[in-house]
């Protein structure tokens, strides 16, 4: 079992920046990958990034130079600094670890406005 608690999400203006966290505890020692996505009303959930243990980074080319994802593997935590924030960026964002079971936080609102 792992659970995640995201935090740092609210509002932002547009240019505006946020950081995200996501502390992971439980069955932490066999976490490779985090990652964040998001999902916007009426919108399927999607890949924002992911960062494996080694450091190893992928990100979704719409947040791709405005989004850095990091990690802190002493603290079992996963960041997600955002920068050059728009008002498409609105969505809850989730916190992500895919073992065999794919866990989840349950999330933090995002929401930019123009």
């Known amino acids: 079992q792992v659970q995640l608690v995201e935090s740092g999400g609210g509002l932002v203006q547009a240019g505006g920046s946020l950081r995200l966290s996501c502390a992971a505890s439980?069955?932490?020692?066999?976490?490779?990958?985090m990652g964040w996505y998001r999902q916007a009303p009426g919108n399927q959930r999607e890949l924002v990034a992911t960062?494996?243990?080694?450091?190893?980074?992928k990100y979704a080319d719409s947040v791709k130079g405005r989004f850095t994802i990091s990690r802190d593997n002493a603290e079992n935590t996963v960041y997600l600094q955002m920068n050059s924030l728009k008002p498409e960026d609105t969505a809850v964002y989730y916190c992500?670890?895919?073992?065999?079971?794919?866990?989840w936080g349950k999330g933090t609102l995002v929401t930019v406005s123009s």
């Open positions: 439980g069955s932490i020692i066999s976490i490779n990958v």
């Open positions: 960062i494996t243990r080694t450091g190893s980074t």
């Open positions: 992500n670890v895919p073992l065999i079971i794919n866990y």
